[in-house]
């Protein structure tokens, strides 16, 4: 099962075990990571699950849709060519040892 870290801004590590086929969004809520709000549900609707990804993982995962493209518009933080909504990333075996960085609010 693959491990994903979820950094936060302060430099604390939350390590996970996600199963291949889950959302990094929703393992995080599932394992009660602060940093992912997530109101609605996965749904690329809402941008309050708006991550950072590592850049050697970032062509581990589908291209930004059109529709994520728009909502990372919306991101509190400061959007950057590392930002994705993690309802969007699909966990792989190629996603083992991915990290995240979570932004300092999402609100």
């Known amino acids: 099962m693959p491990s994903v870290t979820y950094l936060h801004v302060d430099g604390t590590k939350q390590v996970i075990d996600v199963p291949v086929g889950k959302r990094i969004m929703q393992a995080a809520v599932a394992a009660g990571i602060d940093g992912i709000v997530a109101e ?38 400061e959007r950057t060519q590392a930002s994705r909504l993690s309802c969007q990333l699909v966990v792989t075996d190629r996603a083992d040892g991915l990290i995240v960085r979570l932004p300092a609010t999402q609100v």
């Open 40 to 77: 609605c549900g996965g749904q690329a609707m809402c941008a309050t699950c708006h991550v950072y990804v590592d850049e050697a993982w970032a062509d581990s995962f589908a291209p930004i849709s059109d529709e994520e493209d728009e909502m990372l518009d919306e991101t509190v933080c």
